[in-house]
């Protein structure tokens, strides 16, 4: 959860040109790029009718209205009547080409960047706020829709009926035809300075709803947090300061937009009023008659539309340009986290898990830092259950996402049954390796979705997915759930939020468990149960365990009491590796560990913990309740209401 600007949106705008922009839409748009073309065809159709009655007016003024025929001034009526009504029709028939294409390419367009998001590495989502992610999954893609059924299209025909148009005036006569040329110069002179300026502004805008999107996203979600803080006020100031920025940002758009209208609406007025001069001298001197006059005031009212939204679509296509560029700020980002070229498969997986001299450092580290993880060393029988313990701080959690690459080692290599996870095709590595987390993340499923997850492979409604399901609720000590509503059929809020803390994390273990893989990686996965409940799991993790290779980082000294060894993380490296007892007797780092995890256990239970001379400081603060503030609040599970 980053909170400056720069962090949530990490990508400057594209340096192309705003054609090559937007050409690297052509892979989405291809599919559907005759029906685009057949809207717009129908729209030059209806801009040429349109064109052409003026030139029909001229032939019934300067024949039948001054002859007088009264039935060639109806038939003439008629064909102008006649006109306007294929006009209309080939409108109509534009929208129909264009919608129906649009939203295929919105739909291609937001499927593909979705899944483009699912196979992104946590790194990119480290780097990335969720509401940018949010915007232009919805608001950009949703203007690239617009842009190309009415922008695009528009854009294209009405240039094309600007020049045709023109190209018509100058053949009543060459000085009409100059002024209507002349006065637009202005015109395109402003638009360009208008295109650049606004590029500029329209990005700035689609940047700061997307953090202010975040900043919406991160209350919402922690709306506890804030309220049990009493930190509304604070939040809502900080939210208000950012809508105001981006306020102030939509204004400038506003001022860029409407001093361009003005100029819109203004060159044309002088240009009627010129034309009308020069017409009426023209007429004078006999080098046009009144009907000539006529049609090109009538053509000049048709070109008039097409002019004034030159500006308009050419501002249109920067917001899309932008919209495109923030789109492919995404697709462009190289997927560090891929399957191998050469995949290595393991059939039946012995369940070896080692780290070979495994380096780590997160992108964001400082380049003089020391790696985060300095040279790990550490090698997991199979079967064997391994505790990690270590101070907080020290890199544990980082090392648990190495296995299953959520990350990528930056040096050395770790490996399963000698062979480098690098190598395995990602489905299948995360088919043998799966993890539980301390922040238990649920999903707005039922209990049985949420628990069989990762269980691609099974029916969830299968007798054997309910055999699964069941024994990895007894494992995980979940029986609570029988008790909500509807079973395991009950939808769990987003999040899983209206469970507790306690129940969230059995559900996270149960489905770590349900996914039967051969090596189980658990960062604390226990911390936030009572001592007695996880007494029961880890009895039953312990027959689970029997056969499956485990990682379990620990934060209590009883969680370590499971593990067949432990393993001590310092400064980088694991400096120890060796029974609980061993370690106990030959490492000092460990029994400062051991000694400060069983004062925060104290500090949550209220027992007195086995006293250690270089501990005593630490009891003694705890005995005077200095520290009993850093205790978890402990969620309130059914054993202890029954207690
Ligand atoms: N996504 C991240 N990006 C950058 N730095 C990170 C990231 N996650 C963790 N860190 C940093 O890496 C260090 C180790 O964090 P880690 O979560 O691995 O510690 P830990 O041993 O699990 O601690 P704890 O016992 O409190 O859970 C910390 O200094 C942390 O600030
Ligand atoms: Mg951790």
Do not use: C
Not at 248 to 269: C, H, N, R, V, Y
Not at 314 to 340: Q, Y
Not at 551 to 557: E, L, S, T
């Amino acid at each position: 959860m980053s909170s400056s600007p720069s962090a949530q949106n990490p990508s400057p705008s594209s340096t192309l040109s705003t054609p090559a922009a937007l050409w690297r839409l052509k892979p989405f748009v291809k599919p559907v790029i005759w029906r685009l073309a057949g809207g717009a065809a129908s729209a030059l159709i209806a801009a040429i009718i349109a064109l052409m009655i003026p030139i029909v007016l001229e032939q019934i003024i300067s024949g039948p209205v001054y002859s007088g025929e009264i039935s060639a001034i109806v038939w003439g009526a008629v064909a102008v009547f006649a006109l306007g009504l294929g006009e209309a029709l080939m409108v109509w028939l534009r929208r129909q080409f264009v919608l129906n294409p649009s939203t295929e390419v919105e739909y291609k367009m937001r499927t593909e960047l979705y899944s483009r998001l699912q196979t992104l590495p946590v790194s990119f989502h480290d780097r990335w706020g969720s509401g940018q992610l949010l915007s232009r999954m919805m608001q950009d893609i949703g203007l690239i829709r617009r842009w190309l059924a009415f922008g695009l299209v528009l854009l294209v025909v009405n240039l094309l009926t600007i020049v045709i148009g023109s190209v018509l005036l100058f053949r009543w006569h060459w000085l009409l035809g100059t002024i209507f040329l002349v006065t637009a110069i202005p015109l395109w002179i402003r638009g360009y300075l208008f295109e650049k300026r606004y590029g500029a502004l329209t990005r700035r805008s689609q940047d700061q709803a997307g953090d202010l999107a975040t900043s919406v996203e991160e209350s919402v979600h922690g709306i506890r947090v804030l309220k049990a803080f009493g930190r509304g006020k604070h939040a809502l100031s900080r939210f208000s300061r950012q809508a105001e920025t981006l306020r102030e940002t939509e204004m400038s758009k506003a001022g860029a937009i409407a001093s361009i209208w003005f100029w819109l609406d203004l060159m044309p007025q002088i240009a009627f009023g010129l034309s009308l001069m020069s017409g009426i001298w023209l007429i004078s001197v006999d080098q046009i008659d009144e009907a000539q006059l006529f049609a090109f005031f009538a053509m000049a009212v048709v070109l008039r539309w097409p002019i004034e939204s030159i500006g308009f679509l050419f501002s249109f296509m920067l917001d899309a340009r932008t919209a495109t560029d923030r789109v492919f700020d995404i697709f462009s980002e190289t997927n560090t986290i891929t399957d191998p070229e050469h995949p290595v498969h393991i059939e039946n997986p012995r369940g070896e898990l080692a780290f070979e001299n495994a380096h780590f450092r997160y992108q964001d580290a400082g380049a003089h830092e020391r790696d985060l993880l300095d040279g790990i060393d550490l090698v997991l029988r199979p079967g064997e259950t391994m505790a990690l313990v270590g101070l907080t701080g020290s890199g544990k959690t980082t090392l648990t996402t190495l296995p299953t690459r959520l990350y990528d080692v930056t040096g050395g290599r770790v490996t399963l049954d000698g062979v480098d996870v690098r190598d395995l095709p990602l489905a299948e590595l995360r088919q043998h390796i799966a993890m539980a987390f301390e922040d238990a993340t649920l999903f707005s499923a039922t209990v049985r979705e949420n628990v069989l997850l990762g269980r691609a492979d099974l029916d969830v409604h299968s007798e054997e997915g309910e055999r699964v399901l069941r024994e990895a609720l007894q494992v995980a000590q979940a029986a609570f759930v029988d008790s909500l509503p509807d079973g395991v059929e009950t939808v769990i809020g987003e999040e899983g939020l209206s469970l507790s803390g306690g129940q969230r994390q059995r559900l996270a273990l149960a489905r770590a468990v349900a996914a039967a893989p051969k090596v189980l990686v658990l960062d604390d996965p226990l911390s936030a149960l009572d001592v007695d409940t996880e007494a029961l799991v880890e009895e039953a993790l312990r027959h689970v365990l029997a056969d499956t290779t485990a990682m379990i980082v620990a934060h209590r000294p009883s969680t370590v009491a499971l593990a067949d060894r432990v393993a001590l993380l310092e400064a980088g490296r694991v400096t120890a590796v060796g029974t609980h007892s061993e370690l106990l007797k030959t490492s000092r780092h460990y029994r400062h560990v051991i000694s400060s995890l069983e004062a925060e256990e104290a500090a949550r239970t209220g027992a007195i913990p086995i006293i250690r001379d270089e501990q005593l400081e630490v009891e003694d603060e705890v005995r005077e309740g200095r520290r009993v503030e850093a205790a978890d609040e402990d969620p309130i599970t059914e054993k202890e209401v029954q207690r």
